[in-house]
């Protein structure tokens, strides 16, 4: 299961989405796909795999939709003729909009110390975040950034993207 996929040199190791696991370089991402094409392992989609009788199939799945999937996610699995299973937030791509997670993590990255940082990323401040509604996530970010949210250079894919 994958989130966002960008080149190493795209990647500050700092990070909250790398720290968090839920970024990883597309030089790793083709590495893995190697490795498991030379030992033998089949790709499928999720659909697909309900049938199979394989301990050599692998699903690769992607959350959100982001737009690196698409700019560097797809053309790998074009290159290795392997598919995978996209779950996007249509709302989001649709809206052209970013979660307000986008944006906690964009806070986090600018504005917490490092000793700080996995108590944002993985700890209770986290936890508590996750589990507030969607409007409740939206004031608290509104409220980091002074209601102010900052443009972000991130995105979802489009519906042509999608598609």
Known sequence: ???????????????AYYLRGTLVSTEFFESEIKKYISE??????????????????IVLTFDDGYEDNFKY???LLNKYKIRGTFYPTIGYCMDNKLAPLDYYYYFVNRNVTENEKADWIIGNKKRNFINLKIAEQEAFVGNLFKNELPVLDLRYMNLEELK
């Not at 299961?1 to 990070?15: A, G, T, Y």
């Not at 659909?47 to 301990?55: F, K, L, R, V």
């Open 73 to 75: 996610v797809f053309p």
């Open 1 to 15: 299961m994958f989130h966002r996929v960008l080149p190493k040199s795209l990647i500050n190791e700092q990070d």
């Open 40 to 57: 033998g392992y089949v790709f499928k989609t999720l659909s697909e795999s309900i049938d199979a009788h394989s301990d050599k199939t």
